[in-house]
C-alpha cells in the first residue's frame, strides 16, 4: 500500500475515530464500569466455594437435623414410657402412637404432660387454631378469588402508584421553566423582579425541588448578550417555609443553613429591610432574606445599582 | 462534591465551578486527552479548553453525566489539536496503531463525491455498537474512544490480551460488514 494511499485510509479512520464520539453515554458509562469483572470473579470464587465445601456443609446440616430429630423422639419416647410406667394406662400406647405424630411445642412441654393431657392439648390447640383462624377471618372479612385478585391489583396499583409518585418527583426536579410558569407558582412566583436590568432577558429556568412543607426551589437565569461579552444574573428563590414549620423558632439563617447546609457562610445574607445598593458592590452572591421566610439568592454581573433597582421591584 | 452541586456552582457562575470541575475530573480528561495526543502540555491545553467549554455550555446545558460530558468535549478537543498536528508531522503512539487497526473497518468502495455526515456515521455506529453483547462492546470502546492500550483493557476486564486483541479484531470485521451492509461511504 502505498504512503499516500495509506493516509487516506487513515483519515477514512479518522472520521471513524470522530464519530464515536458521538456514541449513546450509557455504553460509556457502561463501559466505566470495571466492576462486572468483579461481580464476575466474585460469583466464580462462590461457586468453587460452593462446588468445594457445599457437599460438607450439606451433610453436616442433615446430621445436625437428624440428630436433633434423633434427641427429640428418644426424650419424647422416655417420657411417655415413664408416664405409661407410672400410670399402668393400658390405652396410653394407643395414646403414644398419637403423640408420636403429635409435634409438640417444646420438650419441656412434653415432659409435663400425659398422654391425655396431650390428646386435650391438642384438642384445645386445634380449638385454638380454629379460633384464631376464625378470629383472622373475623379480622379479615372473606375474600373471594376474584376479590383477591382485586385487590392484589389494588396493591400492586399502590405500588404503581408509589414509583409513579417517585417518578413525578423525579420529573418535578430540575424541570424547566418558563418564565409565565415561574411566576404562576404559589409564593415564590411573587418575587420574581417585575422589571429586569436594561438589555437583559429571560434565558432559561429550573424547578429545582419542591420542598417538605411544600414550598418551591427554583432559579432563573437571565442574559444579557452585550456587545463583546454576555453578562448574567442568576437568581436563586427558594420558599423556607418548609424549614420554618419544622424548626419552629429557628431564626432565618438557620433556616437557611438547612436549606443550603454545605455551602453556608459562603454568601452574603441580608434581611429584605438592609438591603442597599452597596451590598452588590461588595459581594456577588447575595441572599435577600424575606420576611414571609422566602429568600432570592442572587449571583450575577449586573451593576450594583441596577440590581439593586431591579429587587425594588420585588415586593 | 456532587455532580448536583458542581452544576449548581456553574449555574450560580460561580468560578469555583471549574475548581471542582478540576479536582473531580481533572485525572479522567487528562488520561482521555493523554492517550490521544501523547503529550502532556498538549493534554493540558486540551483540559483547560475542556473546562472553558464547559463553563460556556453550562448553563443553558445541564449534564445528566457530567463526567461523560467531560469526557466527550476533551476527546473532541484532542482529536481536533491531533489533526492539526498531523496536518504538519505524522502522529505516534497508542493513536497511531488505533487509527491504523480502524483503516480495516472502512468500507471497500468509497467515493469523497457521497461522503456521508459524521452525525449520520455515528448513528450507524452507535446502532451497531447496541447490537453488540456487553463486553464486546466495552472493549471496543475502551480502545476507540477512550485509546486505552491493550494491556490496560485486559485489567480493566479481567480479560487475557490475547482475547482482547482477538474480541477488537472480530468487532472491527463486523463493523466493517456493518457498515458495507448499510450502504456507509466514507
Known amino acids: ?315 | 462534591m456532587e455532580d448536583a452541586e458542581i452544576l449548581d456552582l456553574y449555574w450560580e457562575r460561580d468560578v469555583r465551578a471549574i475548581h471542582e470541575t478540576q479536582s473531580c475530573y481533572g485525572r479522567y480528561c487528562h488520561s482521555i486527552a493523554f492517550n490521544i495526543l501523547r503529550n502532556r502540555e498538549d493534554s493540558e491545553e486540551c483540559v483547560n479548553d475542556t473546562w472553558m467549554r464547559a463553563w460556556s455550555c453550562i448553563p443553558p446545558s445541564r449534564p445528566c453525566r457530567l463526567a461523560i460530558f467531560l469526557g466527550t468535549i476533551t476527546r473532541n478537543l484532542s482529536l481536533d489539536l491531533l489533526k492539526r498536528k498531523r496536518a504538519a508531522k505524522r502522529g505516534s503512539g497508542e493513536m497511531e496503531l488505533a487509527l491504523d487497526e480502524l483503516v480495516e473497518c472502512v468500507p471497500t468502495a468509497y467515493s469523497m463525491e457521497d461522503a456521508v455526515e459524521t452525525a449520520e456515521l455515528s448513528r450507524m455506529i452507535d446502532r451497531f455498537l447496541h447490537t453488540l453483547p456487553e463486553k464486546e462492546c466495552n472493549v471496543f470502546l475502551r480502545r476507540y474512544w477512550y485509546v486505552e492500550e491493550y494491556a490496560q483493557i485486559a485489567r480493566r476486564y479481567n480479560m487475557k490480551l490475547n482475547t482482547v486483541k482477538t474480541s477488537l479484531f472480530r468487532t472491527r470485521a463486523k463493523l466493517k460488514a456493518y457498515l458495507e451492509q448499510e450502504g456507509i461511504v466514507i
Not at chain 1, 203 to 229: A, H, P
Request: proline share 3%.
Open chain 1, 1 to 315: 500500500m502505498s504512503a499516500v494511499m495509506h493516509e487516506e485510509l487513515q483519515e477514512k479512520a479518522f472520521r471513524l475515530m470522530e464519530a464515536l464520539s458521538g456514541v449513546d453515554e450509557e455504553l460509556l458509562a457502561r463501559s466505566e464500569e470495571d466492576g462486572h469483572s468483579a461481580d464476575h470473579r466474585r460469583e466464580h470464587r462462590r461457586r468453587v466455594f460452593m462446588w468445594r465445601y457445599g457437599k460438607y456443609l450439606a451433610a453436616c446440616f442433615v446430621f445436625l437435623v437428624l440428630g436433633v430429630s434423633a434427641y427429640s423422639v428418644s426424650r419424647l419416647s422416655l417420657d411417655v414410657g415413664k408416664k405409661q410406667n407410672s400410670t399402668g394406662n393400658a390405652g396410653g400406647a394407643a395414646d403414644y402412637s398419637l403423640m408420636e405424630n403429635y409435634e409438640l411445642p417444646g420438650n419441656n412441654g412434653a415432659a409435663q404432660l400425659s398422654p391425655e393431657e396431650a390428646l386435650s392439648s391438642m384438642e384445645s390447640e386445634e380449638e385454638n387454631v380454629t379460633a384464631d383462624t376464625t378470629e383472622n377471618e373475623a379480622e379479615a372479612p372473606a375474600i373471594s378469588p376474584e376479590e383477591g385478585a382485586q385487590r392484589e391489583n389494588t396493591s400492586d396499583g399502590a405500588h404503581t402508584s408509589n414509583s409513579a409518585i417517585d417518578k413525578s418527583i423525579e420529573a418535578a426536579m430540575d424541570t424547566a421553566l418558563t418564565l409565565e410558569a415561574a411566576r404562576d407558582l404559589s409564593v415564590v412566583g411573587e418575587y420574581i423582579p417585575k422589571t429586569l436590568p436594561e438589555g437583559y432577558r429571560f434565558f432559561n429556568g429550573v424547578l429545582l425541588r419542591e420542598q417538605e412543607g411544600g414550598g418551591y426551589d427554583i432559579q432563573l437565569f437571565f442574559r444579557n448578550d452585550g456587545d463583546t461579552d454576555a453578562s448574567d444574573i442568576v437568581l436563586r428563590i427558594t420558599d423556607c417555609c418548609a424549614a420554618k414549620k419544622t424548626e419552629g423558632n429557628a431564626s432565618v439563617q438557620e433556616q437557611i443553613d438547612l436549606i443550603w447546609p454545605e455551602r453556608r457562610g459562603e454568601r452574603t445574607f441580608v434581611t429584605a429591610e438592609d438591603l442597599t445598593a452597596e451590598i452588590f458592590r461588595t459581594s456577588d452572591t447575595v441572599a435577600i432574606i424575606y420576611d414571609s421566610g422566602v429568600v432570592v439568592q442572587y449571583t450575577g454581573e449586573g451593576t450594583p445599582e441596577e440590581i439593586y433597582e431591579m429587587f425594588l421591584t420585588v415586593p
